[in-house]
């Protein structure tokens, strides 16, 4: 048998494992992969020719950040052993084991990873999906930060200050970690564009503050940004955005705002319902090795799965964190099927929370070796990019992490 006959056979017997999105869950997955001992013939799938560290958007919105320091080019940071195909993905025919590309047609798949990613999540409320600002990719929130400058720019000409109002809508970690950004911001856009500091009426609009945190930190958090010039409106729950402000609370008051931000949820990528799954806003239950009953081929893994924590029953807050853990088992029990070994169950241990306030203060809640620690102040913004870096170096390499 030639070499050329020899290497055709070869490719015939690997198995096709596609993965789709380039985001934690699926870079750590290809990472995983590409060590895989197996004959895996695996496919990245993701819209961009990057990956970006989607905690960092905030600040991408807020103007304080870069795009560009929160990407990471995809081919330099998976494996040669990884097939990368630059494409969006519009369907998933679960049936024929294929999936619809807008561009490259159909790729074949033995083994689908499914790390397709969050979106917001408006929950129906009138005029959220259409005029709110959003942070869920780089494209939106570069489009935030233009929207700001512009209203700036406005306000310079023509000095009409209800220009200068934004609702930010939430009082989750997203909501929280743009208010820090923007808090930072308004000394210099107020020198910048020529009006005085309190003239930037920045309001948070939410049922509750951070309720992930213990009280006590939790008014640190809302103090801090109270000195900052923020203003919240804790209790009360938004109804309906318009062009010119939100309705809030049960007595359906008016606050005006000239920019609304939605950060009030997230969701699973919409691809889900359409291809077919069985899921609850995008998201999609899975067993505890990450596979899915009914398609045991199919591994859901990051913010599109829900992952039922065994002691409270409910299911784990969807974070770039578990996303990892999750990606790992899911390729470990690939490989465990392949050679007919038992699945591994998925157990997380949670490294914490760490919650940004701006460059200059968060709040941190976090288990480090073994010891529960909680911080609160300055110290917190060093370790959060601390462990941006070490993220970037479990997805990718030393190389990556040393460029991120
Ligand atoms: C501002 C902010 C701060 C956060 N802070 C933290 C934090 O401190 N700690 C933490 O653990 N988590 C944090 N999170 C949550 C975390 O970012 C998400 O849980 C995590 O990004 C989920 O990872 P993922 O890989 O599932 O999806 P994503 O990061 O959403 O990646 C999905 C990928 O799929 C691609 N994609 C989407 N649709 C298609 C398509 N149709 N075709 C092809 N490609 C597609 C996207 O371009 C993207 O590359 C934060 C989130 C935000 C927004």
Known sequence: MTNCHLKIRRQMCMTDVLVLGAGYAGMRACKVLAKSKLDLNVTLVNKNSYHYDATALHTVAAGTNVPENIEMDIRDAVSDKIKFVQDTVVDINRE????????????HFDYLFNALGFEAETF?????????????????????????????????????????????VGGGFTSIELLGELAYQIPKWAKKYGFAKDDMKITCIAPGFLPMFDKKYADYAQKYLESKGITFIMGGKVSEVKTDGVIYGDDKIFLPANITFWTAGVRGNKIMAKAGYDQHRDRVAVNDDMSLSDFPNEYIIGDVSAVKDPESGRMYPTTGQISIVEATNAVKNLE??????????????????????????????????????KLKGIIVPPLKHAIFKRSAFELSGLKASLQS
């Not at 990719?137 to 720019?153: M, R, S």
């Not at 929370?353 to 620690?373: E, K, M, Q, R």
């Open 96 to 107: 024929k084991n294929e999936v619809d590309l807008a561009e490259n047609g159909s790729l």
């Open 124 to 168: 129906g409320t009138p005029g959220a999906d259409d005029i709110a600002l959003k942070i869920s990719n780089v494209d939106n929130a570069l489009e935030d930060y233009h929207t700001i400058l512009a209203a700036l720019e406005k306000y310079q000409e023509t000095k009409d200050k209800s220009l200068l109002s934004i609702a930010v």
């Open 336 to 373: 465990a099927r392949l050679q007919n070994k038992q699945p591994v169950k998925f157990v997380y241990n949670s490294l914490g929370t760490v919650c940004s306030l701006g460059p200059y203060s968060g709040i941190a809640d976090i288990n480090l070796l073994g010891v529960h620690l």
